[in-house]
């Protein structure tokens, strides 16, 4: 198994990146042996994958950087790098490779601060791999000091230095960014590619991975929870009953309350051990005996961890609710096709029912107008409005019509 051998529907892009590896491994050679470095190298310092959410930009990109850190000994028989087992891509896949910083967005924003030790380490040999690579899998969420802090290390970059950004889109980058980077746009893979790929690598059933991939248009990650997971599955039925729940002011309140604790809940449960483990990592680096009290000094360390892991839940909660605004969107797209009589597959067959009373019930100007109401409640909660909020504007807009 090769390291892109989990990236569905991306097959153009895997092959460009495989040729990139194998002159990478080339130039790295090169240079060791102090031989001439090979001409026309599909190799650069600087990449940014985009493409639209649930593609596979990070995935994408983690596999490239395993594929630039392979040390399988097939590579000086002609294998090419990427081999998925040794432990160079073994690392770096899983997140643990000393020469392979991932920088994400803890809160709405990547901070100066999150970027300043990650930068000054772009600037540093690789310790024990072939590259030193810095992988940024919120670009889009640099803010001005940290995208200028990026863009130094960018236009100097050191030798063995490869920075990999991923982004929606080239227009969510800095142009000056964007600029010095080779750009590679992954496309939505197919239903059919990630129901196989379902069916494939995790063993689901052939049924549950169709429906999953169907009522996901596509996302892997999301199709991959949809199956496995039981309770991401209830809470999609929760949600595309919502519309079914708004017939008055009261139940337009209590269907957003309900929307907002559950995405609370689903934060609360997915920051426990995690956080958890991270404080009690901490605490023993810090020299805590286990529950014992911590040394002098270091009451602010602990304290700084607990303020970013506070901003992870804020972001984690906002994420759940994206992902149930998604859900509406898709239903209502729905209802808009059978309005239209269009012949566009429906997304959430296993609605049907609820489906064809909506579209019978309304016109597709309405639905238009529930669309967009979607569209800015996501767009406030972007612009940090509480949650509640946001969506009790939403549901009375959806009543409306």
């Not at 090769?2 to 194998?22: H, I, K, N, P, Y």
């Not at 893979?189 to 790929?197: G, L, Q, R, W």
Request: a neutral charge; aromatic letters at 2%; glycine letters at 6%.
């Amino acid at each position: 198994m090769t390291v892109w051998d989990d990236l569905v529907g991306q097959e153009r892009v895997s092959a460009q990146l495989a040729a990139a590896a194998r002159d990478a491994d080339a130039q790295v050679t090169a240079v060791a042996a102090a031989t001439p470095l090979p001409e026309g190298s599909k190799m650069t310092h600087a990449w940014l994958f985009t493409g639209p959410p649930g593609a596979g930009r990070t995935q994408m990109a983690r596999a490239f950087a395993a594929a630039l850190q392979c040390v399988s000994p097939d590579r000086a028989l002609g294998g090419a790098p990427g081999c998925g087992f040794c432990d160079g891509c073994h690392t770096a896949l899983v997140g643990t490779h000393a020469d392979v910083s991932t920088v994400a967005a803890v809160g709405a924003q990547i901070l100066a601060d999150d970027m300043r030790d990650t930068v000054r380490k772009s600037f540093t040999s690789p310790a024990t791999g072939r590259w030193q690579i810095i992988l940024v899998e919120d670009a889009e969420r640099l803010n001005e000091k940290s995208a200028n802090a990026v863009l130094k290390a960018v236009e100097e970059p050191a030798p063995r230095t490869v920075w990999l950004l991923c982004a929606p889109s080239l227009e969510d980058v800095l142009p000056t960014i964007r600029s010095r980077c080779r750009h590679l746009n992954l496309s939505t893979p197919s239903v059919d590619a990630v129901a196989d790929m379902l069916v494939r690598r995790e063993g689901v059933e052939p049924g549950v991975a169709a429906a999953a991939a169907r009522a996901t248009q596509g996302h892997v990650d999301r199709a991959r929870r949809l199956a496995t997971d039981p309770a991401a599955r209830e809470r999609r039925a929760t949600v595309l009953k919502l519309p079914l729940r708004i017939d008055d002011v009261g139940g337009c309140l209590k269907a957003a309350q309900e929307l907002v604790d559950a995405a609370a809940e689903d934060a609360k449960q997915l920051a426990e051990d995690r956080d958890g483990k991270e404080t009690e990592e901490l605490k023993t680096a810090l020299g805590a005996a286990q529950g014992g009290r911590l040394p002098r000094g270091t009451a602010g360390v602990v304290k700084e961890l607990e303020d970013k892991q506070k901003r992870r839940r804020t972001r984690t909660q906002r994420d759940s609710l994206d992902v149930a605004l998604t859900d509406l969107t898709s239903f209502y797209r729905d209802v808009l096709a059978l309005q239209l009589g269009s012949r566009v597959a429906i997304a959430n067959v296993d609605v049907e029912d609820a489906l064809d009373r909506l579209s019978r019930a309304g016109t597709p100007e309405a639905t238009l107008r529930r669309i967009e109401a979607i569209g800015a409640c996501r767009d406030a909660l972007d612009r940090n409005v509480a949650p509640l909020l946001a969506v009790e504007a939403m549901t009375l807009a959806l009543r409306a019509g």
